[in-house]
């Protein structure tokens, strides 16, 4: 049966330890394909291993399209996502990705005013970099470390015609925010990332810049293919005697893959038909454009499918 | 079907349409790229392609699809795309494998074709995906439903070039 393949098949072409606990990987295709596109300073999902899946920022430009960079610096009291990049990935190894996503939409004339702290340069860096490659100059980095930063190297030109801003915090006093910011009120586009202090300390100094102005990195979660906008519901399947409960993140189809039941998905937009499913108990809300008034009755389109009440059973 | 539904069904007997573009990617959601050629094999797929059968890295490599060996795109509905949508799809983006202009694909199905020197047969209308948003960035699903290509099955392989003739047999 079908099952949708869902990410994107990379292998692992460099490790390098960067120091300052901090790696950088390089996933490219394993024929040297392009990869997917993606804007600058877009993230991807990293899927690990079944149930650890974490989310990175690009490094790199979009016009080098045939890698994915990212920089993971170890996180001592992380949940095991970087500690298993750092430890258990190697040269050759496979690694699924999602497709990229979000991205830093850049002023193209006014001035661009990045933010970072640390490793949460990274975005910053594919911004950079995607500006240097046009020949564009409207852009100042103000970039705090504690000791030495980590991926100089791949913005060496910026900080050599010192559009960068180094600051090392076990020698002198973190960036102050408002100022930075606050010399372009008027226009431009400014952006963060890094921890939390230094995002709420951002958040504070751009709180009356119009939303167009300002980009606050936070990873986006995937768009879904439909999205669900009903409570959370039980979900019965009667057949193979199965409970879930179905979250609007998750949704209809996502909660059916999780529970493992396979059921076949074509076009995943509610207008092929392929993911038909007999229902025999709830209030199904329809959303396809394939079943007749009469075929709903009995069968719900699962891929856009979802249920009004607390309980929908499924024949499966 | 009743006999109006007959009559109504349109009769293509006379087209004439030429292959503008060749394209082909190894896997799922990698970027389709160009080529000049591409080497059509019977009852398989296109050599080097994710659909090829026995090799299938496509979307639904779980799900062989017999009737899904190349897929064929409008040239006609990019511009309609444009003039209807405002949307700029390119050729690489619509992710089947052959842009033909002059060939009118949702009457072929069921029936024979030849693309240049290979003989090919239509299966299905192709449906669109809703990755194809996520992959291009750009709301093309709904405008794409009913005129999203054509699949076929290759009956006779061979070597398909930009430029060569698509007639019916
Ligand atoms: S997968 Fe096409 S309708 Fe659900």
């Known amino acids: 049966m079908a099952k949708a393949i869902k990410t994107v098949s990379t292998v692992v072409s460099k490790v390098e330890d960067l120091g300052n606990d901090t790696k950088r990987f390089t996933l490219v295709d394993q024929d040297d394909w392009e990869l997917p596109p993606f804007r600058p300073g877009a993230h991807i999902d990293v899927h690990l291993e079944p149930g650890l899946v974490r989310t990175y920022s690009l490094c790199n430009e979009p016009d080098d399209g045939r890698r994915y960079v990212i920089a993971v610096k170890r996180e001592r009291e992380g949940r095991g996502g970087s500690a298993f990049l750092h430890d258990r990935v190697q040269v050759g190894q496979p690694v699924s990705v999602s497709l990229p996503r979000g991205g830093i939409a850049l002023d193209p004339e006014g001035t661009n005013v990045f933010v970072a702290g640390g490793i949460g340069v990274t975005p910053f860096i594919s911004a950079i970099r995607h500006l240097d490659r046009r020949g564009l100059t409207n852009y100042v ?76 990195e936070m990873f986006t979660p995937p768009k879904l293919a439909a999205k669900s906008d009903v409570p959370p519901y039980e979900l019965y399947l009667s057949a193979s005697n199965k409970h879930a409960v179905v979250t609007p993140d998750m949704g209809l189809l996502g909660t059916l893959e999780s529970m493992g039941v396979d059921v076949p998905v074509s076009c995943g937009g509610g207008i092929c038909g392929a993911c038909r499913v007999r229902w025999t108990e709830g209030l199904p809300i329809h959303r396809d454009r394939v079943l007749s008034p009469t075929e709903r009755q009995s069968e719900l389109i699962v891929c856009v499918g979802d249920c009004a009440g607390p309980r929908l059973v499924l024949d499966l | 079907m009743d006999a109006q539904a007959i009559e109504k069904k349109p009769v293509v007997t006379s087209w004439q349409g030429v292959v503008r573009f060749l394209h082909k990617t190894p896997r799922a959601f990698l970027p389709m790229r160009t080529f000049p050629e591409i080497e059509l094999i019977a009852s398989r ?51 089947r494998n052959v842009t033909v202009e002059g060939v009118p694909l949702n009457h072929l199905v069921g029936r024979r074709f030849r693309l240049g020197e290979t003989i090919v047969e239509a299966t299905r209308l192709s449906t669109p995906c809703r990755h194809i948003e996520e992959i291009l960035g750009k709301p093309v699903f709904d405008p794409m439903i009913n005129r999203s290509g054509l699949n076929c ?15 019916p047999i």
């Open chain 1, 141 to 216: 980095l103000h970039w705090a470390s504690r000791g030495q930063p980590v991926l100089p190297d791949m913005i060496a030109p910026a900080i050599k015609a010192g559009r960068v801003r180094l600051y090392d915090t076990t020698e002198e006093s973190k960036p102050i925010i408002a100022g930075i910011v606050g010399e372009f009120g008027g226009s431009g586009l400014a952006a963060c990332c890094g921890p939390d202090p230094m995002l709420q300390a951002f958040e504070q100094a751009v709180a009356t810049w119009p939303d167009d102005r300002k980009h606050i």
């Open chain 2, 45 to 95: 797929g296109i050599d080097g392609d994710r659909y090829l059968i026995g090799q299938e890295t496509g979307f639904y490599s779980h799900k062989p699809e017999e009737g899904r060996q190349i897929t064929l795109f409008e040239m006609e509905t990019l511009e309609a795309l444009k003039r209807d949508h405002g949307i700029d799809m390119l050729p690489e983006e619509h992710r």
């Open chain 2, 153 to 167: 099955k290759i009956i006779v392989g061979g070597t398909l070039r930009v430029g060569d003739t698509v007639r």
